[in-house]
C-alpha cells in the first residue's frame, strides 16, 4: 500500500542554520504530495502541497519539489528561526480521501 | 472562520470509564475524520465521514470505540469502556470535499490519558 518515510528527528539546528527534512513516499499512480506542520498543542496545520511531478510547493520560506524518479518530496528552507520550532509530517493523498502520514520529524531552532 | 473546535482539550479518566470527546467542523466543510497519534504509531486514520454518513470505519481499534455524526454540525467519538492504551491525543479534521485542492483543517485535539 502507500506509504511516507521521513527521516528521524529530532532535528536540532541554530537559528538562521539551512533545513532539510528528508521525505521519501512508495505509492501507486500520481499522488498529491503535503508538508503540514504541528506546534506544541495544536493540530496540524497545511504547510505546503504539490500535485504533480516537477511541482515546487512552497510557503512561509519553506519549499519542498515533487520528484517522481526519486519518488520524494524534502522539505527545506533557507534560513530557520526559532518560532519554527515544531514537528512536521510529510503526507501523501492518492486517488480517494485518506491522507497517508509520516512518523512526523520534530524541528527544535535555538537561539 | 472558528476552525474545528474539539473538546475537551484534555480527559483524565479511569480504566473502565466511558469517554466522549466532541468535535464541531468547520461550517460548510462535509467531509470529517478522527484520528489518533501516539509517538509510537504516529497518526491513525480511525473514521472517516462523507456528509454525515460513515464511509470508512476501518481504522476503529475495535468495538469500544464507535463513532456518530448526527448533523453537518456535530460529531463525537466514544470509547466505552476505555483502557490505558487508549490513552492519545485524538484529532478531529474537517475539509471540503475529498480531491487534491481539499486541505484538512485539523482541531487542536483531546488529549486522553486512561489510568
Known amino acids: 500500500g502507500d506509504s511516507v518515510t521521513q527521516m528521524e528527528g529530532p532535528v536540532t539546528l541554530s537559528e538562521e542554520a539551512f533545513l532539510t527534512i528528508n521525505c521519501t513516499y512508495t505509492?501507486?499512480?500520481?499522488?498529491?504530495l503535503f508538508w503540514y506542520v504541528q506546534y506544541p498543542g495544536e493540530g496540524l496545520q497545511l504547510l505546503l502541497k504539490a500535485t504533480k511531478a516537477d511541482d515546487k510547493g512552497s510557503n512561509k520560506g519553506f519549499e519542498a519539489t515533487y520528484r517522481k524518479e526519486t519518488t520524494s518530496f524534502h522539505l527545506e528552507k533557507g534560513s530557520v528561526q526559532v518560532s519554527d520550532s515544531a514537528v512536521y509530517f510529510c503526507?501523501?493523498?492518492?486517488?480517494?480521501?485518506?491522507?497517508?502520514f509520516g512518523k512526523g520529524t520534530s524541528l527544535l531552532v535555538t537561539p | 472562520d472558528a476552525g474545528v473546535i474539539q473538546s475537551p482539550r484534555h480527559e483524565v479518566t479511569e480504566m473502565g470509564q466511558e469517554v466522549t470527546l466532541r468535535c464541531k467542523p468547520i461550517?460548510?466543510?462535509?467531509?470529517l475524520f478522527w484520528y489518533r497519534q501516539t509517538m509510537m504509531r504516529g497518526l491513525e486514520l480511525l473514521i472517516y465521514?462523507?456528509?454525515?454518513?460513515?464511509?470508512?470505519d476501518s481504522g476503529m481499534p475495535e468495538d469500544r470505540f464507535s463513532a456518530k455524526m448526527p448533523n453537518a454540525s456535530f460529531s463525537t467519538l466514544k470509547i466505552q469502556p476505555s483502557e490505558p492504551r487508549d490513552s492519545a491525543v485524538y484529532f478531529c479534521?474537517?475539509?471540503?470535499?475529498?480531491?487534491?485542492?481539499?486541505?484538512?483543517?485539523f482541531g487542536n485535539g483531546t488529549r486522553l490519558t486512561v489510568t
Open positions: 461550517s460548510g466543510h462535509n467531509s
Open positions: 505509492a501507486t499512480g500520481y499522488p498529491s
Open positions: 503526507a501523501l493523498k492518492n486517488s480517494g480521501y485518506a491522507l497517508n
Open positions: 479534521a474537517s475539509s471540503k470535499g475529498q480531491g487534491y485542492n481539499s486541505p484538512l483543517h
Open positions: 465521514f462523507n456528509n454525515n454518513v460513515p464511509i470508512d
